[in-house]
């Protein structure tokens, strides 16, 4: 158990809907990152945010956004869901900016039918 | 941008030795990350190296050569439970930069 707590496991939605996605990170980690993993594309970094505060985006689609809560709870929302969509959603936190390890929640796998 | 490269498979016998390359072009560098990933699960840190040269952790080895944007990840003593897919990641340098760039992965499945 690393510590990182996402819910839900398992969203099931359809095209054109939109679901949220949340991370609890890990008691005392400020920074928290989003990735999506897809079957063709790997692991894929989607935004950080640290402390509140957006500090680094990535492939992040505009259907995406996402925010970090006072309590550093984070949540990842996706709108007008694609077919494409469908991949597993993982959150991570580091207790810095850059700390050099990052642990990873369980994951989201969302399809999207 | 980001390029890193790593094989896509490699099989090896239970007990045996195996080294999984991975080279990256960055435009920064601040460190370079092995992850283990078993299918559907979460990744797991294996380790990290920012310095050149060889970072040992029981089973684990991983090493890393700045100036050839090089890096292996060592495994010993294969066991079953080791097959799974190897994730190498480079983190990029600067303020705004602090996230990983991850390759394809290197599924490495071990046979009795």
């Known amino acids: 158990d690393s510590g990182v707590t996402q819910t839900p496991k398992h969203l099931i939605t359809a095209t054109g809907q939109r679901v949220t996605l949340r991370c609890s990170p890990r008691?005392?980690?400020?920074?928290v990152y989003w990735y999506q993993q897809s079957l063709d594309q790997g692991l894929q970094f989607l935004i950080q945010?640290?402390?509140?505060?957006?500090?680094a985006k990535g492939n992040i689609l505009e259907r995406f956004s996402a925010q970090q809560f006072p309590d550093l709870h984070s949540e990842l929302n996706l709108s007008s869901l694609e077919l494409g969509d469908s991949a597993l959603y993982f959150c991570?936190?580091?207790?810095?900016?850059?700390?050099?390890?990052?642990?990873f929640g369980q994951g989201t796998r969302l399809t999207v039918v | 941008g980001q390029n890193i490269d790593q094989p896509t498979e490699m099989t090896a016998t239970e007990g045996a030795i195996v080294q999984i390359n991975c080279t990256y072009q960055?435009?920064?560098?601040?460190?370079l990350f092995w992850y283990q990933q078993h299918a559907g699960e979460a990744p797991t840190f294996l380790s990290y190296?920012?310095?050149?040269g060889l970072e040992e952790k029981g089973r684990f080895s991983s090493f890393l050569s700045r100036s050839k944007g090089y890096s292996y990840l060592l495994l010993k003593e294969l066991q079953m439970k080791d097959s799974a897919s190897y994730l190498c990641?480079?983190?990029?340098?600067?303020?705004?930069?602090?996230?990983?760039?991850f390759g394809a992965g290197t599924t490495v499945t071990v046979r009795a």
């Open positions: 945010y640290y402390n509140g505060e957006e500090r």
């Open positions: 008691s005392g980690d400020l920074s």
């Open positions: 960055t435009s920064g560098f601040n460190g």
């Open positions: 991570a936190s580091s207790a810095e900016q850059g700390g050099t390890e990052a642990f």
């Open positions: 190296n920012v310095l050149d």
């Open positions: 990641a480079v983190r990029g340098e600067g303020t705004n930069d602090y996230k990983l760039s």
